[in-house]
């Protein structure tokens, strides 16, 4: 068995523990995270509030669980969507032949030029701003790395001698794609997605800031920021909960990413 | 009976540089040709052809017919091409390192071999068929679960040759198959070639450089240089009493019975792709060169058995001229 890098572990051990508390979220919270209790409003940390109450007397550490939630439905919404078009256009790029391919990287680039959050602040005022909808504009803004890093990838696959015995071996192009291609390029769509992954819940946070994200009442941590500036001053620590809470998933997301990349690229191991 | 493969007036080019030319070979049932020559004289890019699998701007023209098939291999679309491929023709690469998927089994890569051409009914029959072929490759019947990672590089070079026997092909195609292989694998690799090509009564294409190779596996060779073919015939006939000067010199550098002095070798180097003279490609390094080896030399004999030089070296069986000597 290889040594575990550190970056795997923190990373994997981060990720394992916010993916824990939105499971235990669902069951148990030490409040209801919309429960609001005017009587307690702004009141600190607490034995019965160990995160303290915000300004309509919820509960700060339940509504972080609760929204624990939204970050990871975030994450595999806008991970997926990226991932379900950018690895097979990558491929695709990979494949045919050059003009085809120059074409579907010239519109990739387009797509990268135009900034995510205006995307999805677009799609949120015409669609209505939802959870769903800033996820899949967020989603349809990283297509285009999947893309690129999936591109490279595929054309390495696609010079390996394996690729040219299939083809020797009578086997037709889809197939190739699918049975050679795409099994190789795997852990590159596991480093991708993570990183994605953690991009997507910063996104997330700061369409909720601006609300254009997930609406009232559901708990986000964009959103809870959002809430906290007119009492930056009396009562940081409503702003300071949900910013480290971000700031952790975001680290933990990217530590995983660094760390697959690490373990499933040995030439970097070795220059370590 | 016809030739399996005739090839005729073969050339690839790239751009403007020609990198082969006016190739004609052909290989009779269950014949075993070797194709030699140095690194860059277009042994691959001539097998490459055959199989339509030359990179993007490379071009091949002329005539490649194989039998049982009825087109030209030569410039056929990608669908007749992989119809053709693995099942009438088949080919096994240099490097055996990289030319199975690293994310698949054994069993699975075999078996999908017969399943692509459905020479079996199902994937039971062809993982049955598997297991026999390797069993013909003398490889334990437990690597039918192994990943590629797991095994030595003489074990894959075996799969993959079991893999291009798999649906018993008319020609096979070895590119190098043993350079990447240590002296007592290459042995045992060669002699599986050879009994897997015998008995499927399949005829043999085998690329190398490697001169002694070719007389343990080959009935006739090809000899290449600067992407024109130099010489043919007999592997007895060339290596005993070799006609162009550069199968001559090839053969003098080769020679290892040279205790007392040093070994002699063809001066100068390979010109790079596409840089070949005109007239006779080794006028430049051939000690024989003389002003009339700047037009290109006339085949002489039957293509099966003749050399292309304007000053071939004396039929004879007598001790051979020195290199270098006397001429003009």
């Known amino acids: 068995m290889r040594r575990l890098n550190p970056s795997l572990v923190a990373g994997g051990v981060i990720v394992g523990i916010i993916v824990l508390m939105a499971l235990v979220s669902f069951i148990w919270t030490p409040y209801d995270a919309t429960f609001v209790d005017p009587s307690i409003r702004l009141a600190k940390p607490s034995w019965e509030h160990w995160f303290g109450t915000d300004k309509f007397g919820r509960d700060v550490l339940s509504q972080i669980m609760v929204g624990s939630r939204t970050t990871l439905f975030v994450g595999v919404v806008a991970v997926g969507v990226a991932a379900v078009i950018g690895v097979p256009l990558g491929i695709l790029a990979a494949m045919v032949r050059r003009w085809p391919s120059e074409f579907i990287m010239r519109a990739n680039d387009l797509v990268l030029a135009f900034p995510a959050l205006l995307l999805a602040i677009m799609f949120g005022a015409v669609f209505g701003a939802s959870t769903l909808t800033a996820m899949i504009a967020i989603g349809i803004a990283s297509v285009p790395s999947f893309a690129r890093v999936i591109r490279s990838g595929a054309l390495q696959v696609m010079r390996t001698e394996y690729v040219l015995a299939a083809r020797a071996a009578g086997r037709q192009p889809w197939p190739i794609a699918v049975r050679h291609v795409l099994p190789n390029v795997t852990s590159l769509i596991t480093v991708q997605a993570s990183v994605s992954f953690a991009i997507a819940v910063l996104a997330e946070a700061a369409l909720s800031f601006l609300g254009f994200g997930t609406p009232p009442p559901t708990p986000s941590w964009g959103r809870m920021l959002q809430e906290s500036q007119e009492f930056l001053f009396s009562a940081p620590r409503l702003a300071i909960f949900p910013g480290v809470a971000i700031a952790i998933a975001v680290l933990g997301f990217n530590l995983l990413g660094d760390g697959l990349r690490d373990r499933f690229d040995p030439k970097l191991e070795d220059r370590r | 009976m016809s030739d399996v493969l005739t090839v005729q007036g073969l050339t690839v080019t790239v751009r403007d540089k020609t990198l082969v030319s006016e190739v004609d070979l052909t290989v009779g049932p269950g014949e075993r040709v070797g194709l030699i020559g140095e690194s860059g004289s277009g042994k691959s890019l001539t097998a490459l052809s055959v199989l339509g699998l030359l990179p993007e701007d490379v071009v091949a023209s002329g005539s490649v017919r194989l039998t049982g098939v009825d087109h030209d291999l030569i410039g056929a679309d990608e669908r007749r091409m992989s119809r053709v491929r693995g099942r009438e023709l088949a080919m096994v690469f ?133 992407g024109r073919v130099v010489e043919s015939g007999p592997v007895g006939e060339v290596f005993t009493n070799p006609r162009h000067r550069y199968t001559q010199g090839l053969l003098a550098a080769s020679d290892l019975d040279t205790a007392d002095r040093r070994l002699p070798t063809i001066r100068g180097n390979v010109p790079a792709a596409g840089q070949f003279p005109s007239g006779c490609v080794f006028r430049t390094r051939c000690p024989h060169a003389t002003d009339i080896c700047a037009g290109t030399p006339e085949w002489t004999g039957p293509v099966a058995d003749g050399f292309a030089c304007h000053h071939p070296a004396e039929p004879v069986s007598s001790p051979r001229l020195p290199a270098g000597g006397a001429h003009a």
């Open chain 2, 94 to 226: 240099q490097e055996p390192m990289t030319a199975l998927n690293p994310t698949m089994r054994i069993g699975d890569q075999i078996a999908e071999a017969m399943l692509i051409h459905r020479t079996r009914p199902g994937r039971g029959a062809a993982r049955s068929a598997a297991l026999e072929l390797l069993e013909r490759v003398q490889l334990p019947s437990d690597l039918m679960r192994a990943y590629p990672h797991q095994l030595s590089g003489g074990q894959r070079q075996r799969i993959v040759l079991a893999l291009a026997l798999a649906n018993d092909p008319a020609l096979l195609i070895c590119d190098e198959p043993s350079t990447a292989l240590d002296v007592t694998v290459q042995a045992l690799v060669l002699d599986l070639i050879v009994k897997g090509v015998v008995a499927r009564s399949s005829a043999l294409l085998f690329i190398t450089h490697d001169l002694a190779v070719v007389a343990t596996v080959c009935e006739r060779v090809l000899v290449m240089y600067g």
